[in-house]
């Protein structure tokens, strides 16, 4: 997913941000720093990998939230004279695909070349199928939300907003607040690891795009929403853990609240993004124009290296992140701060060569 000249540097360098959390959120869930929400001997550093966790939470969120942005406009809207054919529908789904496949296939050869994975037929299918496997299943969601953008799209431009209000308003209902209220695990509930979820913060970052919701227009507020959901998260999982501790009762609901389509992870994220929300380009943003575009065009490459099934749990071991549980608190947070950097700058580097390999034998970045 590469960036396009003359995007808006606000949002691209919340697309960095973004995902430096998802890389923060991977070094805590997959490096075990996260303490069982039920155990009785959590820490400090174990509540504040949970604090860490909740403020993060959003970041997949607000990844999709610019897509619809940006995408809105991006897809040419369907008329007499410009019908969604089938290569505008293909387009930008290929594309993706094409990366995906190729750190799929690159670095899981690799691993089976050194002996670092044996060879098995069902996981040789996933390098190969890397989309309909869900090898990684962000991928496979964002690649069929593109499959539907110019539909999407096409259905956006003939709504007025009271109707677009109408329709996300009902399915934040069903998809979201249902599920924050009601103590319970509903049948149909994927926590917004499903492309459903992802339609609706496409259509909530098109909505954003097109009209202005006046009582966030002032950043700070936004930014209060951002903290303030984030918060609630982390204070529901406290205050729930404290009551099973009590009664042993909602042992499974203590960290119910951790789920993208939990809704104050939905206002959360609505909130993070309008903060970088700008009427005109700032100028101290655009003399650091080319390393903003250069590390937000490289940042889905980040998210496919790292968490590549032969890598996402081997990373953290080799930076000794589960050894953290028993540090200080100061030391867990250097330690995080500098291993997320250090994923980045690595994956980045080589997401970088990978487009300059690309631009040459292709003539274009992939």
Not at 12 to 30: N, S
Not at 41 to 65: K, Q, R
Request: charged fraction near 15%.
């Amino acid at each position: 997913m590469s960036v396009k000249k003359n995007r808006q540097l606000n949002y691209e360098l919340l697309r960095i941000i973004a995902m430096l959390m998802i890389v923060c959120l991977h070094y805590l869930g997959k490096g075990g720093l996260l303490p069982e929400p039920s155990g009785a001997d959590m820490n400090a550093v174990g509540y504040m990998a949970w604090l860490i966790e909740a403020f993060c939470l959003v970041s997949v969120n607000v990844y999709v939230l610019i897509s619809g942005y940006f995408g809105v406009d991006s897809i040419s809207v369907q008329t007499d004279e410009n019908p969604i054919s089938f290569r505008k529908v293909l387009r930008r789904p290929c594309k993706i695909w094409h990366q995906v496949l190729f750190y799929s296939l690159t670095i899981g050869c690799i691993a089976l070349l050194i002996g670092a994975q044996e060879f098995d037929l069902y996981q040789f299918f996933s390098y190969c199928f890397p989309i309909v496997t869900e090898h990684y299943w962000f991928a496979s969601a964002y690649v069929v939300l593109c499959l539907l953008m110019p539909f999407l799209n096409a259905g956006f431009s003939r709504l007025r907003q009271k109707e677009i209000e109408y329709l996300l308003a009902g399915l934040l209902l069903v998809f979201s607040i249902s599920k924050t209220v009601l103590p319970m695990q509903l049948p149909w509930d994927k926590d917004g690891y499903d492309v459903l979820w992802f339609v609706i913060l496409y259509l909530t970052g098109a909505y954003l795009k097109r009209y202005e919701w006046k009582f966030l227009k002032d950043r700070w507020k936004s930014g209060v929403l951002y903290l303030g959901s984030t918060a609630v998260i982390f204070a529901s999982f406290f205050f729930l853990r404290l009551l099973f501790l009590k009664t042993g009762r909602l042992e499974k609901m203590i960290n119910y609240g951790y789920s993208y389509n939990f809704f104050t992870c939905y206002t959360g994220a609505v909130g993070l993004f309008l903060t970088f929300r700008q009427e005109k380009e700032s100028p101290w943003l655009e003399r650091f124009r080319k390393p903003i575009e250069l590390f937000s065009g490289a940042a889905f490459g980040v998210y496919l290296i790292h968490e590549h099934v032969n890598l996402r749990y081997e990373w953290p071991k080799w930076l000794k992140c589960e050894n953290q549980l028993q540090n200080s608190i100061g030391g867990f947070l250097i330690h995080m701060l500098l291993s997320v950097l250090c994923v980045y700058l690595v994956c980045t580097a080589i997401e970088f060569v990978r487009q300059k390999v690309s631009a040459l034998l292709f003539g274009r970045r992939k």
